[in-house]
């Protein structure tokens, strides 16, 4: 399958995970990663992030394999980003712990010209501050993709509004959709959302799937029914990245919010992440034809 590039900001992290069951330190996470892995399996992609000189040799070896140009993946003195969460039993809702930015901090990318002219674009969760700088050095009007959480619709509204103006497509979660809004319909949300500029809103709710509204239409799509749901951290981003590659590879709007679901749920198998390394061909296929069977539009 041939594929536009897409270059990908967002955070690359240790992440301390708490569940009701089990509890895991300095996992190699953040939101760049996980969409890395997931639009990394079919199309080519350039991350944009900056990790410490205590990242893991793990965490290299998974950007190499998912990448295909490290050019803007940077190196420097100092901390990983951290971010700890702890899940109730649920596994749909979390309370974040600590978010420690470390290198982030001073994180201030000048692109190189590979990542400037890609053809896509996916602003996955950080601060809007830098999702408007990356946007703002692209050279070749990237078909633009962005997520964001609670944290940016509290703190940085104006910047965060701005992103969401100049983006095609947003991704959000429903109590985000909710915060942004101040509508409780989802309905009545996405009409509020598409107001502020881009052409499609995708909320995702967790374990009950997803829908996209646009002008044109509304599709909903489900999720794979994983039998032992063991860390949810990240699907969303892997749901992303899923979505992302399947645009930029040229599948329709369906099918790549089905890759994005189906790449997700196998992300919730393991902490981490480590099933999504795991997960064979055959394996993905099957889950996008039971996902399949979900879709109404
Ligand atoms: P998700 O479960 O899809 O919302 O993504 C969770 C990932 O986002 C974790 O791996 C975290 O490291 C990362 N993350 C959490 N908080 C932030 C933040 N404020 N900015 C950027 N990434 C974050």
Excluded at 47 to 67: A, C, H, L, M, T
Excluded at 124 to 130: D, R, Y
Excluded at 230 to 240: E, I, K
Aim: hydrophobic fraction near 40%.
């Amino acid at each position: 399958m041939s594929s536009h590039s897409i270059s990908i900001v967002g955070s690359v992290a240790l992440d301390t995970i708490e569940t009701p069951f089990d509890r895991r330190k300095n996992l190699i996470g953040g939101s760049a990663t996980y969409a890395t892995v997931s639009a990394g399996r079919s199309s080519p992609v350039y991350p944009v992030g900056v990790v410490g000189n205590d990242f893991p040799q793990e965490g290299f070896e998974i950007f190499r394999k998912y990448s295909a140009d490290l050019s803007d993946f940077q190196v420097v003195s100092g901390s990983t980003f951290r971010w700890g969460g702890k899940y109730d039993h649920t596994m749909d809702n979390r309370e974040t712990l600590f978010t420690e930015l470390g290198v982030y901090e001073t994180f201030s990318p000048i692109l190189s010209q590979k990542c400037r002219n890609s053809d896509y674009l996916f602003l996955s969760n950080i601060h809007p501050a830098l999702q408007l700088s990356v946007m703002g050095q692209m050279e070749e009007s990237p078909v633009v993709i962005v997520d964001t959480m609670n944290l940016w619709i509290e703190t940085a509204e104006e910047q965060l509004f701005e992103v969401i103006k100049g983006c095609d497509i947003i991704l959000i979660n429903d109590s985000e959709a909710e915060l942004l809004s101040g509508q409780m319909s989802l309905e009545k949300a996405a009409e509020i959302i598409l107001k502020l500029g881009p052409e499609k809103v995708i909320i995702k709710k967790g374990s009950k799937g997803c829908v996209l509204f646009s002008d044109k239409n509304v599709i909903s799509v489900g999720i794979f029914p994983v039998k032992n749901v063991v860390d949810t951290t990240g699907a969303g981003d892997t749901f992303g990245g899923g979505y992302v590659t399947g645009l930029a590879s040229g599948l329709g709007e369906t099918e790549s919010l089905i890759l994005g679901s189906a790449l997700a749920s196998a992300c919730v198998e393991d902490f981490g992440v480590q099933a999504l390394l795991s997960l064979k061909n055959e394996e993905l296929i099957h889950r996008q034809i039971i996902i399949r069977d979900s879709v109404s539009s």
